[in-house]
């Protein structure tokens, strides 16, 4: 196990005065290398889950408990959002390179790094180019990198390809599979796709709204490594429908 989420409830107080519970009670263990999706309507408490995993946001009560005595330093956590939060006026090589600038890595070290990662996400090619300069899944993959590139134990990942047309998306997934398996690291992602949600997850956590919380979590025992040839599988369908009938 790699992180337990312990009867974790946030309370937001909303601009008028009144208390919004983001999320009621959510207890939850995140596995070691898995890679884990939360899906839910939108006002369930995704992000502030993936805020607080990532030690962004303070749980109002409750514990998230990482596995071992390491405390969740930045470095331990990447963060991927749906809209691409590139510096517009560096190259993609030092937009990648920034946290390694910021966590104190050299240089040279880090153009190293950066490279690599670049190389990983299929844009070495591409790393003088300015961000205005690459299409959308271009700039996501860009910061697919430099949430990588200091190599994280845990990877969260927001709605990353909602903003890309369908055939960028689809290439996306395989890409992030495969980026995966070489890298290792654990991953939670949040998507509202539920074809996303069982073509790449282990497990799949289903929400439901006010109070947010997790109403149920499946294993998806589909085939790996997954390729396109799952998309024709009868399990897989039937996976779409059981989570489509989740969400409803
Ligand atoms: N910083 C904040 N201040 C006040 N309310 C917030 C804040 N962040 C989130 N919320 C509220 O918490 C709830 C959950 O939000 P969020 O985690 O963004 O949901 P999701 O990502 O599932 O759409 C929503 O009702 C939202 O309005
Ligand atoms: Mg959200």
Redesign the pocket.
Known sequence: MLIEVQGVTKT?V?RGGEQ?V?LAETTLDVQQGEFLTLI?P???????LLRMLAGLVEPTSGRIVWQGTAPARGSEVGFVFQEPVLLPWLSVLDNVRFPLDTFGVDRRAGDEAARQTLELVGLKDFARALPKELSGGMKQRAAIARALVYKPRLVLMDEPFSALDLLTRDRMNDELLAIRAEVGATIVFVTHSVEEAAYLSDRVAVMSARP?QIRTIHTIDLPAPRGEAVKDLPAFHAWLSQLRRDLR
Request: hydrophobic share 25%.
């Open positions: 937001f909303s919004v983001a839910g939108s006002g369930c408490g995704k992000s502030t947010g």
